[in-house]
């Protein structure tokens, strides 16, 4: 009796669990990227051994793009620095949230650029339900912008 609850559990499970998923699914796309080792995926694998460059002395943006519209608190950002040479940060950003193409709000940050640590940082918003957050690079730190990881904070 105890294997075919297990089994029956197994089977409704995977389902469950794959429209959570579903559900709070986040796209990454940017204005562009350093090479294939370092594309905006690897902003949000949840690594911060791997990092979202731009190609030297480029500013450009990251945009996480949601499934759904949902309150979205903060972001939470992980400067990068090029691991293997650190070579290259953010030095300064703004986060702006988006409903659909609506601005919603913005933040200007200031990072303190090319350090060894991976120290997350927290940008608190406003708690508005929307679709899509941008973080635009305004300023880098030494050859480029770096970005290890940003999550959205809800």
């Given at each position: 009796?105890?294997?075919l609850?297990?089994l029956?559990l197994?089977a409704f499970a995977?389902?469950i669990?794959?429209?959570?998923?579903e559900?709070?699914?986040v796209?990454?796309?940017?204005?562009?990227?350093?090479g294939?080792d370092?594309?905006?995926?690897?902003?949000?694998?949840?690594l911060?051994?791997?990092?979202w460059?731009?190609p030297?002395g480029?500013?450009g943006?990251i945009?996480?793009v949601?499934n759904r519209?949902?309150?979205?608190?903060g972001?939470e950002i992980i400067?990068g620095?090029?691991?293997q040479?650190m070579?290259?940060?953010?030095?300064k950003?703004?986060?702006?949230v988006f409903d659909?193409?609506h601005?919603?709000?913005?933040?200007d940050i200031e990072?303190?650029?090319?350090e060894p640590?991976?120290?997350?940082r927290?940008?608190?918003?406003?708690?508005h339900r929307?679709?899509?957050?941008?973080?635009?690079?305004?300023?880098v730190?030494?050859?480029?912008?770096?970005l290890a990881e940003?999550?959205?904070l809800?």
């Amino acid at each position: 009796m105890l294997q075919l609850i297990t089994l029956a559990l197994a089977a409704f499970a995977a389902p469950i669990f794959s429209y959570c998923t579903e559900e709070d699914r986040v796209d990454v796309i940017a204005s562009n990227y350093y090479g294939p080792d370092y594309e905006p995926r690897q902003a949000i694998d949840g690594l911060s051994g791997t990092e979202w460059l731009l190609p030297d002395g480029t500013l450009g943006y990251i945009d996480l793009v949601l499934n759904r519209r949902r309150r979205i608190d903060g972001v939470e950002i992980i400067n990068g620095h090029n691991m293997q040479f650190m070579d290259r940060a953010i030095r300064k950003a703004r986060v702006i949230v988006f409903d659909g193409s609506h601005e919603l709000e913005r933040h200007d940050i200031e990072l303190p650029g090319i350090e060894p640590d991976l120290t997350p940082r927290r940008v608190e918003l406003g708690g508005h339900r929307a679709n899509r957050v941008r973080l635009e690079i305004t300023e880098v730190a030494g050859n480029g912008a770096a970005l290890a990881e940003i999550r959205i904070l809800d």
